[in-house]
């Protein structure tokens, strides 16, 4: 992770670099460890994976967006 002079933060994951305001960045924190958190989840019951569930809102801008 590398902060540049425009104040934009360059964290390379891999052979990708993101260039990210910081803002994201805490809400791309957010939206992973809430990742892992389902991953380490018990399984749910087959009848209650079968249903559709809703998109959880994502973090980082007003309304649930992503900040462009």
Avoid: F, N, Y
């Avoid at 390379?12 to 910081?22: D, S």
């Avoid at 892992?36 to 980082?60: M, N, Y």
């Amino acid at each position: 992770m590398t902060r540049c002079s425009c104040g934009h933060i360059h964290l390379a994951v891999g052979p990708v670099t993101l260039r990210l305001e910081e803002d994201v960045l805490r809400a791309l924190g957010h939206t992973l460890v809430e990742a892992i958190q389902k991953l380490e989840a018990p399984p749910a019951h087959e009848a209650e994976a079968s249903e559709p569930q809703a998109p959880t809102a994502a973090h980082g801008a007003p309304g649930g967006g992503w900040k462009q």
